[in-house]
């Protein structure tokens, strides 16, 4: 009996791993997305270019919106999430964050 358990756990992560896997690869990009900003990741590129990554509520990595390298752009990213606003925006098709609407 504790191996049929052990061997349902295993499938059971992996299912998981497999799913969040999937999760990961379908984000926001090229297209409109509304909710509230979760997470800001701050990221310096090898080119030392800074770039900001925005991940909606609930913040996991599947809800990945996009990202930009705009000061202005993430100073209202920032309030957003400081103030807990709902927000519209769109990304392209190579995730940069083209607009974004606060409510």
């Known amino acids: 009996m504790l191996n049929i358990k052990g061997q349902m ?4 992560v ?8 999937g999760a990961q690869a379908a984000n926001l990009c090229n297209q ?9 990741r701050a990221q ?3 080119n030392d270019e800074s770039m900001v990554r925005l991940y909606l509520h609930p913040g996991n990595n ?3 919106a996009g990202y930009t390298a705009s000061d202005f752009m993430v100073e209202v990213l920032m309030k957003a999430k400081d103030n807990d606003t709902q ?7 190579k995730c940069v964050i083209k607009w974004v609407d606060l409510r």
């Open 9 to 12: 756990v295993k499938t059971l």
């Open 44 to 46: 310096l590129q090898s």
């Open 32 to 40: 409109v997305w509304t909710g509230n900003v979760e997470r800001l």
């Open 87 to 93: 927000v519209t925006g769109y990304t392209d098709d």
């Open 14 to 21: 992996a299912l998981s791993l497999f799913t969040a896997t």
């Open 62 to 64: 599947a809800d990945y």
